[in-house]
């Protein structure tokens, strides 16, 4: 009987053992929280995300509600550890906790009947800015007040989310700061990874972000939005529905995006990588291997243009190893209107993949098209073991590859393609017209998204087509006017406006209704998402323009 009991005892413990942890979601809303609440509830709301943060623990979740969110704590507030070098207000950033997930896009007016249904990222902005004064201007203007790192990752593994966020005015370019914790060094460089920096000294860094706008982000040396680095092991993020727009490494690799470590392979879906630039290779995106295993990537659906690379190699996007293979599989995607300045290295104004072992690219319903190089225009491959590329249902311009893909000569009959000797720039649109000859000329076979781009059916009359976009069958809506000079734009389906002095914005139809009216808008830009429609959008100094929103 005594034995019953104890083996009773003994698996009811067990089985509590193996009960897993609830995660506790906390709530931040600055539109009307504080931070002497609990957080769990809407009605609760801590009011600045960094409370949240100091509150949340592995698996647990983060919901923001809509609003400009700064970094308060300095790295030395949260890691004190050890030989931590001094440390000033600008080192202030968002430090994510390891398996955190954080969610924005909620309404600013959230109550405790929000779900996550409620939430829109697009029209319930939640921006991380490191622009402590608010005063960012063109071309990375006024940024000497800003954060080095809006946001840090150490460590992240794909249950660390980013999800539904803006991250902007991010300006790395001071020194270095280090950190000790119980096992390893973490450095912090200060000159890399404006927007984020993620570094892993003996683990992966490997987040998991969707629904992420990087935009207006500097940094000294690499990775101008975002650098992602591991030491040891896998340098793997998967990315979804994320946009690089204007971001700048002045000195080294990765306007946009800088992902090295031992193994990669990251996937990038549904990517808008648009009018970055850096000094030298991978004007856009930049991908390299440390060791002797494989570079990996995986890019879908997503659209590379009006970046610029100075030197090196890669205008739009850089593919690299040390020892390994590199063996990208690009799918559905557009790079176009890219340039390289000079050549630092072996060049390739849209493409450069350079393996020390064999280059293994897989490009398949891609257009590359439009770019400028110095020795190679488009696309540029090099294996020091060999080339054993596979290209198909594609179009690589001066390139006459045969078989499914489209002669070199082929005009792609873009809807406003732009010249690559103005990149950086963020002018462009790379819709198909009706004319186009990539409409149904991709490979069915080769499709692993059922969307473009745009959220239209990835195939529409029966083949899909080649590139981001999928024709539907009628013209397309192109944006009048598209990241210029002017105090207001669109792009992607967002209006900007930028403020040079106080002023109230007025947003019409064309019947005339008022849509959007916001009073006292402060110097800066501002981003708002709008239903697709053309739009009369006045400031109260008269500034007025009509846009396209698609």
């Known amino acids: 009987?005594?034995?019953?009991?104890?083996?009773?005892?003994?698996?009811?413990?067990?089985?509590?053992?193996?009960?897993?942890?609830?995660?506790?979601?906390?709530?931040?809303?600055?539109?009307?929280?504080?931070?002497?609440?609990?957080?769990?509830?809407?009605?609760?709301?801590?009011?600045?995300?960094?409370?949240?943060?100091?509150?949340?623990k592995t698996g647990d979740e983060i919901w923001i509600a809509a609003g400009t969110y700064h970094p308060t704590k300095k790295i030395a507030d949260v890691y004190g550890k050890g030989n931590l070098e001094p440390t000033n207000e600008r080192h202030r950033s968002f430090m994510i906790p390891k398996n955190v997930k954080v969610y924005g896009g909620f309404p600013a007016g959230a109550t405790d009947a929000t779900s996550m249904s409620s939430r829109n990222w697009k029209e319930h902005q939640t921006i991380l800015s490191g622009d402590f004064d608010d005063n960012d201007g063109d071309n990375?203007?006024?940024?000497?007040?800003?954060?080095?790192?809006?946001?840090?990752?150490?460590?992240?593994?794909?249950?660390?989310?980013?999800?539904?966020?803006?991250?902007?005015?991010?300006?790395?370019?001071?020194?270095?700061?280090?950190?000790?914790?119980?096992?390893?060094?973490?450095?912090?460089?200060?000159?890399?990874?404006?927007?984020?920096?993620?570094?892993?000294?003996?683990?992966?860094?490997?987040?998991?972000?969707?629904?992420?706008?990087?935009?207006?982000?500097?940094?000294?040396?690499?990775?101008?939005a975002m650098l992602n680095y591991a030491d040891t092991d896998d340098a793997s993020p998967e990315m979804t529905n994320v946009s690089f727009i204007q971001n700048k490494a002045a000195n080294r690799h990765g306007g946009g995006l800088f992902n090295s470590g031992v193994r990669i392979q990251a996937t990038l879906t549904n990517v808008n990588v648009v009018g970055n630039a850096s000094n030298y290779s991978g004007g856009g995106l930049y991908f390299l291997t440390l060791g002797e295993d494989i570079?990996?990537?995986?890019?879908?659906?997503?659209?590379?243009?009006?970046?610029?690379?100075?030197?090196?190699?890669?205008?739009?996007?850089?593919?690299?190893?040390?020892?390994?293979?590199?063996?990208?599989?690009?799918?559905?995607?557009?790079?176009?209107?890219?340039?390289?300045?000079?050549?630092?290295?072996?060049?390739?104004?849209?493409?450069?993949?350079?393996?020390?072992?064999?280059?293994?690219?897989?490009?398949?319903n891609t257009v590359i098209w439009g770019n400028k190089g110095v020795n190679h225009d488009n696309f540029y491959t090099e294996g020091t073991w060999g080339i054993q590329n596979t290209i198909s249902g594609s179009l690589i311009e001066g390139d006459d590859l045969g078989d499914t893909n489209l002669p070199g000569d082929t005009d792609p009959k873009f809807l406003d393609a732009v010249d690559a000797t103005f990149a950086p720039t963020l002018e462009g649109d790379y819709q198909l017209t009706l004319e186009s000859p990539l409409i149904n000329k991709g490979i069915n076979d080769y499709i692993s998204a059922s969307i473009d781009l745009l959220d239209h059916p990835r195939i529409f009359d029966g083949t899909v087509d080649i590139g981001a976009y999928e024709s539907q069958g009628k013209t397309p809506v192109n944006n009048e006017a598209i990241f210029s000079e002017k105090a207001i734009w669109s792009y992607n389906s967002h209006l900007y406006v930028r403020i040079g002095q106080p002023a109230t914005l007025y947003v019409y139809s064309l019947d005339g209704t008022l849509v959007k009216h916001i009073n006292n808008l402060g110097q800066g830009s501002y981003e708002y998402s709008l239903p697709q429609g053309i739009y009369i959008v006045?400031?109260?100094?008269?500034?007025?323009?009509?846009?396209v929103i698609r």
């Open 1 to 56: 009987m005594r034995k019953n009991i104890l083996l009773r005892f003994l698996v009811c413990a067990l089985s509590l053992c193996s009960l897993p942890v609830m995660a506790t979601r906390y709530h931040v809303n600055i539109n009307s929280g504080d931070d002497a609440n609990d957080g769990l509830k809407w009605s609760s709301a801590f009011e600045n995300l960094q409370t949240a943060l100091d509150t949340a």
């Open 538 to 547: 006045t400031l109260s100094d008269g500034t007025t323009e009509k846009v």
């Open 140 to 224: 990375f203007e006024n940024m000497g007040e800003n954060a080095y790192h809006v946001v840090i990752l150490f460590d992240a593994t794909p249950s660390t989310v980013l999800d539904g966020l803006y991250i902007t005015g991010g300006c790395a370019d001071d020194d270095a700061t280090t950190y000790t914790d119980e096992d390893y060094i973490y450095y912090v460089t200060g000159v890399d990874g404006g927007g984020i920096y993620a570094h892993s000294p003996a683990s992966v860094s490997s987040p998991t972000i969707s629904d992420v706008s990087f935009y207006g982000n500097y940094a000294k040396a690499a990775g101008g």
């Open 295 to 364: 570079c990996s990537p995986t890019i879908t659906n997503t659209v590379v243009n009006g970046n610029y690379a100075k030197n090196g190699n890669g205008g739009g996007i850089y593919i690299a190893t040390y020892g390994g293979d590199a063996e990208p599989y690009i799918i559905n995607s557009t790079i176009c209107g890219n340039r390289m300045e000079t050549t630092g290295g072996k060049d390739g104004g849209g493409l450069a993949i350079l393996a020390e072992g064999v280059s293994k690219a897989h490009i398949l």
